[in-house]
């Protein structure tokens, strides 16, 4: 078996490689027939030169505390059923690795339709996006705002909209940039994102933004989704809410992904949601280094903390490192000798996403302590917990 990027000439088998996996229909995305900018397609190949298996990496940026930090965002991974259980997707991620690091990633992300194959690759579990259902007339109303305009966006409306969804992201952890060569291409037809988008507006400047699809129907079981809702203000959050809520008798119920603790969230009737679908999401380093110098760190924490870090995909994350943390930036640095913490690098994973303290970690079996405290290691998750508002 030998592994390597797709040419233009191989995306016909990759395609159908892809469709018989995740059971797509015959209708063929554009995309999938050309080169894309930002994404780098891998494909592993029997010895008959045949195409078995496949995996995407997506030249993704992602925030970790106001720092846009280089990933390798992973998607379409798929094995031709016949060469399944053969070390096919290890042998794929391993060069997908590799490559990511060679064009200067720094972390990795991906969605898993199983987990196991992707734990025992050095990815583990970072957070869930979460749908849910809640029913439209729940949602708060109030006498709209004087001093603010609501109205419906147009497509020159998109740069005022990805400016005001950096200010919400920017600052949190693990949510996408949206920037770069791979979002510019799939958004040069410059068209809405869905049927709909609504803006709210302080005195000429975009405050708060909606987008949703109007979904089939009127009557009972007619959905109104919506894709995002994010506002800068608790003034523009309650006005969104209100514009959702006025949906309330043609469409009965509202289904988005609500960001935790953000503006519009807090005026949800979180209580009264139901889980529509809960996507996991996994997480790994792809270079150490480059993951805690390329980040942010709140300028409150400082310390320093040796240990051992084992990755068998990535051997070049392998080794006795020290972590210094400090007015807001972060080192990694190769040390000799060994360390009384040895930390499994989806024991990483878990505490730089914020998913896992030290001691669960040390619970889990993926830290190993030689009778000394762990809690140092904490240092490496400071800035809360990571969540993902894009599905790839």
Not at 218 to 247: F, I, M
Request: aromatic content about 6%.
């Amino acid at each position: 078996m030998r592994v390597n990027e797709l040419t233009v000439d191989d995306l016909d088998d990759a395609w159908e490689l892809g469709r018989l996996a995740f059971g797509s229909g015959q209708e063929r995305a554009p995309s999938t027939s050309v080169d894309v900018p930002g994404m780098t397609r891998y494909g592993a190949f029997d010895d008959a030169g045949r195409l078995v298996g496949k995996a995407v990496d997506l030249h993704h940026d992602q925030w970790w505390s106001g720092r846009a930090v280089p990933a390798a965002d992973v998607a379409g991974v798929a094995v031709a059923p016949e060469a399944r259980g053969r070390g096919v997707a290890r042998a794929l991620l391993t060069a997908l690795l590799a490559g990511a690091r060679d064009r200067g990633a720094a972390i990795s992300a991906l969605y898993p339709t199983i987990a196991a194959p992707y734990r025992a690759c050095g990815w583990e579990t970072g957070g869930v996006l979460r749908t849910v259902n809640l029913a439209t007339a729940t949602l708060p109303r109030h006498r709209p705002a004087s001093h603010l305009t609501v109205r419906a966006g147009t497509p020159a409306d998109l740069d005022a909209v990805a400016d005001l969804y950096e200010r919400v992201a920017r600052h949190r952890n693990g949510m996408l940039t949206r920037r770069g060569k791979l979002f510019d291409f799939f958004a040069a037809d410059a068209k809405l994102p869905g049927d709909g988008l609504t803006l709210v507006e302080d005195d000429g400047t975009l405050v708060g933004y909606a987008t949703w699809q109007r979904g089939r129907g009127y009557g009972a079981d007619s959905v109104l989704t919506v894709d995002e809702a994010l506002a800068t203000t608790a003034e523009a959050a309650r006005e969104l809410v209100g514009v959702l809520g006025s949906w309330a008798s043609v469409a009965p119920t509202l289904r988005w992904c609500p960001l935790d603790g953000d503006a519009v969230s807090v005026h949800l009737p979180l209580e009264a949601a139901r889980d529509h679908e809960r996507d996991l999401w996994m997480h790994r380093p792809v270079d150490v280094v480059r993951a805690v110098a390329d980040r942010g760190w709140p300028v409150h924490a400082q310390g320093v903390v040796d240990f051992h870090l084992t990755d068998p995909l990535a051997e070049w994350n392998t080794g006795t490192w020290r972590l210094a943390v400090a007015d807001g930036d972060a080192e990694l640095v190769r040390i000799g000798g060994e360390a009384d913490l040895r930390l499994d690098v989806r024991g990483f994973a878990l505490l730089y996403t914020g998913a896992a303290r030290a001691r669960s970690v040390a619970q889990a079996g993926l830290l190993h302590t030689a009778g000394v405290e762990p809690d140092a290691l904490d240092l490496l998750g400071v800035g809360g917990p990571a969540q993902l508002l894009d599905y790839f």
